[in-house]
C-alpha cells in the first residue's frame, strides 16, 4: 500500500487479523504496524486508539453480524423469547467457531477471567441491550424468591452465561463442537428454568452435565 494513501477501519481490522493469525500475537507497536500498512501513525489514531480497541471491534463486530443474520431471517421476529435467545447463541456460536484461531489467540490467555477482559466490553454493551429488549423480566416470578438471584439483574445473569459458555467453548474438543450445542441447550433450559422457578428437571440435568464434562476436560 503506498504511502500517503488514505484507509478505513475495515483496511485495518483486516490486517491485524491477518498478523494476529500469521504471528499469534499482537504487533510490537502502532507505529511497526502503520508503517507496514504504509500510512503514518497519526493515520491509524484516526481509527483506533489502540490494538485493544480493534479487538473490541471485532467481537462488537461478530455480536452485530449475529443479529443482522437473525433479523433477516422471517420467522425470528415470530419466535418467543427463549427460542429468540437459543437462535441467537447457536448463530453466534457458529461465527465463532468459524474464527477459532483468531478468538482462541485473543482470549486464550485470559480465558478463566473472560469477564474482567476490555476487549469483550463493546460486546457485553451490545449483549445486554439485547436481553432487555427480550423483555425477560417481565415473567412472573414469585416474591419470595427474588433473594435467590442475589441481587442480580437478569441482563447481568445472563452475560454471565454467555461467558459461561464461551468459556466451555474455547475448552470443548468435541468434534463440530457438538458438547457446546448441547451445553448451549442445557444451560438456556436451565436459565429459564430459574427465571420461572417452577421446573427443577433442566437444573439438575445441566449439573449432571457440568460434572461430567468436567471429569472429562481434566
Known amino acids: 500500500m503506498k504511502k500517503g494513501k488514505k484507509i478505513d477501519k475495515q483496511v485495518i481490522v483486516s490486517k491485524y487479523v491477518d498478523h494476529i493469525l500469521t504471528h499469534g500475537e499482537r504487533p510490537a507497536n502502532v507505529y511497526i504496524f502503520s508503517k507496514k500498512l504504509g ?3 497519526q493515520e491509524f489514531y484516526e481509527h483506533y486508539a489502540s490494538f485493544e480497541s480493534i479487538e473490541q471491534s471485532i467481537f ?5 453480524s449475529t443479529l443482522d443474520l437473525l433479523e433477516q431471517t422471517e420467522e425470528y421476529s415470530m419466535y ?3 427460542t429468540k435467545l437459543v437462535s441467537l447463541y447457536f448463530t453466534f456460536f457458529e461465527q465463532l467457531s468459524a474464527n477459532r484461531s483468531l478468538v482462541l489467540t485473543l482470549l486464550g490467555k485470559d480465558r478463566n477471567q473472560l469477564e474482567k477482559l476490555k476487549i469483550l466490553s463493546g460486546f457485553r454493551t451490545l449483549f445486554l441491550e439485547y436481553i432487555k429488549g427480550l ?13 435467590k438471584l442475589k441481587n442480580k439483574s437478569i441482563a447481568e445473569a445472563s452475560w ?5 459458555v464461551l468459556k466451555f467453548w474455547m475448552d470443548d474438543t468435541s468434534p463440530a463442537f457438538e458438547k457446546t450445542d448441547l451445553f448451549i441447550e442445557k444451560s438456556l433450559n436451565a436459565g ?10 433442566n437444573i439438575l ?3 449432571k452435565f457440568i ?3 468436567k471429569l472429562s476436560f481434566n
Do not use: A, H, R
Open 80 to 82: 418467543d423469547s427463549k
Open 39 to 41: 500510512i503514518e501513525e
Open 60 to 64: 462488537t463486530n461478530f455480536f452485530q
Open 160 to 164: 454471565m452465561q454467555m461467558l459461561l
Open 211 to 213: 460434572w461430567k464434562e
Open 135 to 147: 423483555e425477560l423480566d417481565t415473567m412472573e416470578i414469585p416474591v419470595n424468591k427474588l433473594e
Open 192 to 201: 429459564f428454568d430459574v427465571l420461572n422457578l417452577f421446573n427443577q428437571q
Open 205 to 207: 440435568d445441566l449439573g
